[in-house]
């Protein structure tokens, strides 16, 4: 199973980006999906997850700004960025969680398959 994620870049702070995810060579619709990022110094942290397209779950630093969908057709899951603060900066990585599922988990250990991570930067 492999996971690509796009879509990282350079945004000025209150503006927008969207990261995709596409994996391959799994059962995509089987799993559930999450993001985590880290910053420089910092330690990995979880921002959210979706286990099917209408069950999602977001850390508090991003909810209400963040949101994360899914295409089982296109195999690949987005997370919606707005409200950027120059804070979300870091590399953003996509993670799956395989069969048997942990619900929801923001636990990175529980994830299977990792991405090879974008870098976002938010400026102030």
């Known amino acids: 199973v492999q996971l690509q994620a796009s879509g990282g870049g350079l945004v000025q702070a209150g503006g927008s980006l969207r990261l995709s995810c596409v994996v391959s060579?799994?059962?995509?619709?089987?799993?559930?999906m999450a993001w985590f990022r880290q910053a420089p110094g910092k330690e990995r942290e979880f921002v959210g997850v979706?286990?099917?397209?209408?069950?999602?779950y977001y850390s508090a630093s991003v909810k209400g700004r963040f949101s994360i969908s899914r295409d089982n057709a296109k195999n690949t899951v987005y997370l919606q960025m707005n409200s950027l603060k120059p804070e979300d900066t870091a590399v953003y990585y996509c993670a799956a969680d395989a069969p048997p599922l942990n619900i929801l988990s923001n636990v990175r250990g529980d994830y299977d398959y990792w991405g090879q991570g974008t870098q976002v930067t938010v400026s102030s």
């Open positions: 060579g799994g059962t995509f619709r089987r799993y559930s």
């Open positions: 979706t286990r099917s397209g209408d069950t999602t």
